[in-house]
């Protein structure tokens, strides 16, 4: 009984002694309060709206959509349903290739939102203001 009296003694002091043992602030995710420490992490942020252009205006998508419909690219029937679909307009609105252009798009939308939502004392009133100017523009070349 001494035995079972001393384990029990022992586990409520340990369990009782570590009141925030589990209260840790994680290092390796960034979160929206630690991932803005520099002006050079908001910069980041615009250039990543900036990065998305790329892929909406020049990727496989776009030059896609806008060839396959016309009678300059005419793909073969050799399963390419999805590019068969764009040049005879028999595709849907869920179709892969609208379906993910749209998913860059909005991508692009927010990482401009995020250069906008930016705080004003988080770089300098100049920066600033060309900061959110450029996500502005950026945001409506993506709608």
Partial sequence: MKKYLLILAFSCLTLCSCDNFLDLTPQSVLTPEN???KPEDWQQTLYAAYGTLQEVFVGK???TLTEFG???V????MGW????QLHYYTFSASHEFLDNHYR?????????NAVIDMPSDAVSADLHSSMIMQARFLRAIYY
Avoid: H, M, N, Q
């Fill in 35 to 37: 991932a803005y420490e």
């Fill in 61 to 63: 998508y776009t030059i």
């Fill in 70 to 72: 016309t009678d300059e």
């Fill in 74 to 77: 005419i793909p073969f029937d």
């Fill in 81 to 84: 349903a999805a590019y068969s």
């Fill in 104 to 112: 860059l798009c909005y991508e692009g939308i927010k990482r401009c």
